[in-house]
């Protein structure tokens, strides 16, 4: 079999089994299943476990085509083929008479190991077809073991590999050419980044950079490059330091390098990776480990097979330990097939960023493409650049090093101090990745990141929530009004018209704001959906944590509709079913529809038909529905009719905003003619934003940002209640008033207890409206230990983010917000207050936090 038809068949196999791997390590997880599995948020996981079977007795069938050599009783020694291509400087023999047909040992192994393969494949694909394992994945242990097994016959192939194909004598790389590698390398990669810069500038809102701040923020990104890979060769020359002080250097060069990328492979997947997903701990290192350890093996298993095929071997000569490790990409030698990947590494790396930033959690794929992006240009430069058999001077191992460390050292302050590496680096994946490597913090500062994060993803045995206390009985014997809260998933105020005067496609929601209260300061206490909700449910913040069970007795909104007699219609996603006690739904909405696919136009449909078929039921009604529609992992799919444009405006989601207000009108009108709208309380808001760009991000993540933060939040209130109630609609509110503004609303009277709960934004003419405007409020991450502090009504966002290691501030009085400077005195004050608000909300749940 052909090298690349072999290195692809056998990545096939590697791929198909890491999947497996990932996926049921992504199940482990908590935090991953319950926001990425149990609701489908990536759409073709539901298609992989459906078709992982067949998937499975493909890539079976296809490794074992690979294997017919050493099923065979006697494997005959492949010829060399290509050994003119070969530098005579690497030892490689030049001609075909040079060539000593190496000797393939241990037959009977390969063929026992070979054979074994095939029939444990075989009774491993036949017990698929009877039972699949995969759609019964969940979050338990038995997950996690199955990850690990997965692993074992990438393994198991390598194994057969590394026997069934010949040792090549290796001698120690010369570390000139390494130098000279890692050097032209930094200026490839940096090019190939810098190139794409301009472009990517044009289409990240919220970034601007005049063409002298891009040449300087280039420029200090090449002298970050040059550092970065000064410092992989300074890696390098060390094995191979060590490797020449015992016998047969080469091979030991060669194994300390498959060691060193098992060991990198795990730190990146343990620190970049599994960290996004909040999954740590002993677990997440062993996992980690394992998957170095069997992509190093599998590596090694390729690259033999590689040279095996394509390398010659005189009796007198040797590859590099380097040359042999790289064979998988290195082309076979040829330069002409480096020259080509070189010179494709600019629209590669651009193309990898736009595929991948749209769908990306936290930078993880676009920085795991920028780790390809080095892989292949240091691959390709190694086979570009002539090689020579004298080793220089140490002094030119040492200047290069000293040089690069002196010019990022005087570059690293100037970029922290303008504010330009921050922005170029939207621009600049390559850079982003680098400058995100480097945080380094002062002891404080270190411990007090590390207080952030023992608050964070709290397990629930070490806490005890407080208990909701309901209000006194209502002051009205009337019937209470009906209540339709439509939380609207990612909706951002600046797409809709009562916050944004440039947003033409929500005339329906315009109407609704404008008899209607709209706080024009509203804000979200978390940055995801997964705490949002309960939150608001709550009516106040909550301890870190994802598994609230048991909610029952913070559940200040159910308790409501209890004590009131509300007849419900809600929709039910996963996280509802954890919020609410079995039945006390009511009439469930969405009924067996997967909670990404709940939109909102089919349910407003639905609703309208339960409402008709009960016209005569004097219980009021309360309806809830959380609408995919506008969540990025929807919005993005959606086709944008040709005739709809939208400047200014990102089309995908714009258009989904203009579906849910035309649907949004409908049920309004359907409310009007059905004589309810006068009897209801309407209040559309949202769980939280969505960055779309703005920076490079994509979706809410860990990210604490304007766009994220601020939400919509209208209230429409009966006719007959409106003349008796007023707002401070310019101060801050929050979606977690939303629950007490309807205990307010019917009568029940709640009493203002702390800053960390909600307040009624609707009182009596007479009554006391809430005084925030000088107060300074703790907001959080959903999803990891990423806090900020809301100040002065509302106009200032202080955020600490823990899991990239920044502060940031911004100023919330633009449509947007911006970035601006925080002095040292303004990042002590907002550390202070948010511990203090953070050690108030353990202390209310009984939680003793430990660093």
């Known amino acids: 079999m052909r090298p690349m038809a072999f290195a692809l068949a056998r990545a096939l196999n590697a791929v198909f089994f890491f999947a497996t791997s990932i996926y049921c390590l992504l199940a482990y997880s908590p935090?991953?299943?319950?926001?990425?599995?149990?609701?489908?948020?990536?759409?073709?996981?539901?298609?992989?476990?459906?078709?992982?079977?067949?998937?499975?007795?493909?890539?079976?069938?296809?490794?074992?085509?690979?294997?017919k050599a050493q099923l065979r009783a006697d494997a005959q020694p492949l010829s060399a083929d290509v050994a003119s291509r070969l530098d005579p400087a690497d030892g490689v023999g030049a001609n075909a008479g040079e060539i000593a047909k190496p000797s393939y040992g241990g037959s009977r192994f390969r063929r026992t190991a070979s054979w074994g393969y095939v029939a444990v494949g075989v009774l491993l694909g036949t017990g698929l077809l009877v039972r699949p394992v995969m759609p019964s994945i969940d979050n338990s242990p038995r997950s996690f073991l199955i990850a690990l097994i997965a692993l074992l016959p990438p393994v198991w192939l390598a194994v057969i590999d590394q026997v069934a194909h010949p040792a090549p004598s290796l001698r120690p790389s010369n570390q000139r050419h390494v130098l000279d590698t890692c050097a032209v390398a930094a200026a490839l990669v940096w090019a190939a980044y810098a190139i794409g810069a301009p472009f990517r500038l044009r289409g990240t809102p919220g970034v601007e950079l005049s063409l002298f701040n891009l040449v300087i923020a280039a420029a200090s990104s090449a002298v970050v490059h040059g550092f970065a890979f000064m410092a992989i060769?300074?890696?390098?020359?060390?094995?191979?330091?060590?490797?020449?002080?015992?016998?047969?250097?080469?091979?030991v060069e060669y194994w300390l390098l498959a060691a060193a990328t098992a060991v990198t492979i795990a730190a990146i997947v343990y620190g970049l990776v599994f960290a996004s997903f909040a999954f740590g701990g002993l677990d997440a290192a062993v996992a980690a480990g394992a998957v170095g350890v069997v992509i190093a093996v599998v590596w090694s298993g390729v690259a033999r097979r590689t040279v095996a095929r394509h390398g010659v071997f005189r009796e007198s000569a040797a590859f590099p330990a380097l040359y042999v490790w790289l064979a998988p990409i290195n082309a076979n030698g040829s330069r002409v097939a480096a020259a080509v990947i070189a010179a494709a590494l600019p629209v590669a790396?651009?193309?990898?960023?736009?595929?991948?930033?749209?769908?990306?959690?936290?930078?993880?794929?676009?920085?795991?493409?920028?780790?390809?992006?080095?892989?292949?240009?240091?691959?390709?430069?190694?086979?570009?650049l002539p090689r020579t058999s004298s080793q220089p001077a140490a002094l030119v191992f040492v200047v290069p090093p000293c040089l690069a460390l002196a010019l990022f050292q005087a570059v690293g302050p100037f970029g922290a101090r303008s504010g330009l590496a921050d922005r170029y680096a939207t621009v600049d994946m390559s850079f982003r990745f680098v400058r995100d490597l480097r945080a380094a913090h002062s002891g404080e500062t270190a411990a007090f990141y590390a207080s952030l994060k023992a608050n964070t993803l709290v397990s629930p045995l070490r806490m005890t929530p407080p208990a909701f206390q309901l209000p006194g009985g209502r002051q009205s014997a009337s019937r209470p009004p009906h209540i339709f809260l439509f939380v609207i998933d990612s909706l951002r105020r600046d797409y809709v018209s009562p916050y944004n005067p440039a947003v033409t496609f929500t005339p329906a929601i315009g109407q609704f704001a404008a008899d209607s209260f709209v706080f024009d300061r509203a804000m979200t206490r978390y940055a995801g959906t997964a705490l949002a909700v309960p939150s608001i449910w709550a009516g106040s913040m909550l301890i870190h944590m994802l598994d609230q069970r048991p909610f029952d007795s913070r559940n200040a909104l159910l308790a409501l509709l209890d004590a009131d007699g509300y007849r419900r219609l809600m929709s039910v996603d996963h996280i509802m079913r954890e919020l609410l006690p079995p039945g006390s739904a009511g009439v469930e909405l969405d009924r067996g529809v997967a909670p990404m696919d709940c939109d909102?136009?089919?349910?407003?449909?639905?609703?309208?038909?339960?409402?008709?078929?009960?016209?005569?039921?004097?219980?009021?009604?309360?309806?809830?529905?959380?609408?995919?529609?506008?969540?990025?992992?929807?919005?993005?799919?959606?086709?944008?009719?040709?005739?709809?444009?939208?400047?200014?405006?990102?089309?995908?989601?714009?258009?989904?905003?203009?579906?849910?207000?035309?649907?949004?009108?409908?049920?309004?009108a359907f409310l009007r003619r059905s004589k309810l709208y006068d009897d209801s309380i309407v209040i559309l808001t949202a769980d939280h934003g969505d960055s779309l760009g703005e920076e490079g991000r994509w979706g809410h993540a860990y990210f604490m940002v304007p766009e994220v933060m601020r939400i919509p939040l209208i209230i429409h209130v009966p006719t007959a209640m409106r003349p008796r109630v007023r707002a401070d609609l310019h101060g801050v509110s929050f979606s977690t008033d939303i629950t007490p503004t309807l205990y307010a609303l019917l009568g029940h009277a709640p009493q203002n207890v702390g800053r960390l709960f909600g307040e009624p934004l609707l009182v009596d003419h007479d009554g006391e409206l809430p005084s925030r405007r000088r107060d300074s409020f703790l907001l959080a991450s959903s999803y990891g230990a990423v806090y900020g502090m809301l100040r002065h009504n509302g106009r200032l966002l202080y955020t600490s983010d823990a899991m990239?290691?920044?502060?940031?501030?911004?100023?919330?009085?633009?449509?947007?917000?911006?970035?601006?400077?925080?002095?040292?005195?303004?990042?002590?004050?907002?550390?202070?207050?948010?511990?203090?608000?953070?050690?108030?909300?353990?202390?209310?749940?009984h939680f003793t936090a430990q660093p």
């Open 31 to 67: 935090f991953a299943y319950q926001q990425f599995l149990k609701p489908a948020v990536i759409s073709w996981l539901p298609d992989f476990i459906a078709i992982h079977t067949a998937l499975y007795w493909l890539v079976f069938l296809v490794t074992t085509l690979t294997l």
């Open 233 to 251: 060769f300074l890696a390098l020359a060390t094995l191979a330091a060590f490797a020449k002080t015992r016998r047969q250097s080469g091979a």
């Open 349 to 384: 790396a651009y193309t990898l960023v736009n595929i991948t930033s749209g769908l990306d959690w936290n930078f993880v794929l676009q920085k795991l493409g920028v780790i390809v992006v080095w892989l292949m240009a240091f691959a390709a430069v190694h086979v570009l």
């Open 600 to 668: 909102f136009c089919r349910t407003m449909g639905e609703l309208e038909a339960r409402l008709s078929e009960a016209p005569d039921d004097p219980r009021p009604v309360f309806s809830y529905t959380l609408p995919q529609n506008v969540h990025i992992a929807v919005a993005s799919k959606r086709t944008v009719p040709p005739d709809h444009a939208y400047p200014a405006f990102f089309a995908p989601v714009a258009e989904s905003v203009r579906q849910v207000d035309e649907c949004f009108g409908e049920f309004i």
């Open 804 to 845: 990239d290691g920044r502060d940031d501030a911004y100023d919330l009085l633009t449509l947007t917000g911006q970035r601006v400077t925080a002095t040292a005195a303004i990042t002590e004050l907002n550390r202070r207050q948010m511990t203090e608000q953070l050690h108030q909300l353990a202390s209310l749940n």
